[in-house]
């Protein structure tokens, strides 16, 4: 686990990880192949981290799945939209139909801004 000092670090791949199960993520997240979360306390500390770093990343705010179709999230911002279509299921394909062009690099920034947001000595707009 990455922990320096007491203090847990996310990285890009957690955060695939948690948007990956957040249908299912109080059954457990598998943050490696030997090594799955369970403990209910954790578990909703990532989950409210994440919600967190979502909406910090753009102009919505994150409150859970309120609609199963990207549509449904027209107040967001596009970088929480792709984080959004990653949750929900979305394919690239469909993406690339709604006008995002290389969602794949667009996406991998957005967890880069949302790991930043989550890690201490980095966080948009200070401490």
Do not use: C, H
Request: proline share 4%.
């Amino acid at each position: 686990m990455p922990w320096v000092n007491d203090i847990y670090f996310y990285s890009v791949r957690t955060l695939k990880v948690i948007a990956a199960n957040y249908n299912t993520i109080y059954e457990g997240l598998p943050l490696s192949l030997s090594f799955e979360v369970v403990n209910p306390f954790n578990l909703a500390e990532y989950k409210v981290d994440f919600d967190q770093a979502l909406s910090a990343i753009g102009r919505g705010k994150w409150e859970g799945i309120t609609s199963d179709k990207i549509s449904g999230y027209k107040g967001f911002g596009r970088l929480q939209k792709l984080i959004i279509a990653e949750v929900l299921g979305v394919l690239d394909e469909e993406l690339r139909g709604l006008g995002f062009e290389n969602p794949a690099r667009l996406r991998g920034y957005a967890y880069y801004l949302m790991a930043k947001y989550l890690n201490p000595e980095n966080r948009i707009g200070g401490t």
